[in-house]
């Protein structure tokens, strides 16, 4: 997730999705970046801040999967 903005999200919607300030706990317009996915150690997970409604989580979860099947 990335708070930055810039031409380079609006031309590649299918790794970068927007997700708006307030959606989840998250404090402030962000960005998915799907093709900055790495895995998680559950030791840096802090805290549960909230899910995603499905008009937004299914695009990055159609992205993810599109990643893998390749």
Same mark, same amino acid.
């Given at each position: 997730?990335?708070? *930055?903005?810039?031409?380079? =999200?609006?031309?590649?919607?299918?790794?970068?999705?927007?997700?708006?300030?307030?959606?989840?706990?998250?404090?402030? &317009?962000?960005?998915?970046?799907? &093709? *900055?996915?790495?895995?998680? &150690?559950?030791?840096?997970?802090? =805290?549960?801040?909230? $899910?995603?409604?499905?008009?937004?989580?299914?695009?990055?979860?159609? $992205?993810?999967?599109?990643?893998?099947?390749?």
């Amino acid at each position: 997730m990335t708070t *930055q903005s810039g031409s380079w =999200a609006i031309k590649n919607p299918n790794l970068y999705h927007y997700i708006p300030q307030g959606t989840a706990g998250i404090p402030r &317009d962000s960005i998915a970046l799907i &093709d *900055q996915l790495r895995a998680v &150690d559950i030791q840096r997970v802090r =805290a549960y801040l909230g $899910s995603l409604e499905e008009e937004l989580f299914n695009p990055i979860r159609n $992205s993810l999967l599109r990643i893998f099947r390749k």
